[in-house]
């Protein structure tokens, strides 16, 4: 029920080219979805965050798309870049003074090839 | 300096030591979060913190302890290291009232 599944493990996409990365959840009560972005040696970093209430956010070129009924969210990163290089975690949280922890799911490696 | 702050960076150990990592911020967040990284699992919640006396277990706790006597500080005690604690560990916090939470540069920690 705590789970967060993300898809792929890696994924490499030529400069200029669309990345898409997809994450499911399985405990309803999650009304937090942030993806975060860690660069090697350092920690991650928050990207970009959705609510439940609507069903896509668009930061730039990071959009995230999140189907309620599915129980499914992605990160779709537009016309990326070498710099996006990274690895990429979706996560999972509840808005509740003792439950308020965030639940990762396992990374993308993302590459992204000049 | 303001912000979340791990140490020590890196740490060697032998199996069986007690060893403590410690974790401080400066922004007076109300949690404090202590996950591990590793190659397949991401990062799993080892313990985390409401508020300065209050801890909850996380995904993976087992060999792991807490204490949270002050709002800044948020060490994790490993009692007697075994090599499967080998990993990163990062600290994090975050606001009462936000949903950001911040993250620490991270331990590498090698039990040997």
């Known amino acids: 029920q705590q789970q967060v599944k993300q898809s792929p493990q890696s994924l490499i996409v030529q400069k200029g080219g669309i990345s898409i990365i997809n994450c499911a959840y399985e405990?309803?009560?999650?009304?937090?979805f942030p993806w975060y972005q860690q660069f090697p040696g350092k920690g991650p970093a928050l990207l970009i965050a959705i609510r439940p209430d609507v069903s896509e956010k668009k930061e730039g070129r990071f959009t995230i798309s999140f189907n309620k009924s599915a129980k499914q969210f992605s990160l779709h990163i537009m016309d990326s870049q070498p710099g996006d290089s990274a690895t990429y975690f979706c996560?999972?949280?509840?808005?509740?003074?003792?439950?308020?922890?965030?639940?990762f799911g396992t990374g993308t490696r993302l590459k992204v090839l000049a | 300096d303001a912000g979340i702050t791990q140490s020590p960076r890196y740490k060697i150990t032998e199996t069986g030591r007690q060893v403590t990592l410690m974790c401080h911020q400066t922004w007076s967040h109300s949690y404090m979060f202590w996950y591990r990284q590793d190659l397949g699992h991401g990062l799993r919640l080892i313990y985390y913190s409401a508020a300065a006396d209050i801890t909850d277990k996380g995904e993976v706790p087992d060999g792991y302890v807490v204490s949270r006597s002050k709002t800044e500080n948020f060490p994790l005690t490993l009692e007697s290291a075994t090599r499967s604690q080998t990993s990163v560990y990062f600290c994090?916090?975050?606001?009462?009232?936000?949903?950001?939470?911040?993250f620490g540069q991270g331990t590498r920690l090698t039990v040997v």
């Open positions: 994090a916090s975050k606001g009462r009232w936000n949903t950001e939470a911040f």
């Open positions: 405990n309803t009560a999650f009304d937090y």
């Open positions: 996560a999972a949280s509840r808005v509740s003074f003792r439950a308020y922890k965030y639940i």
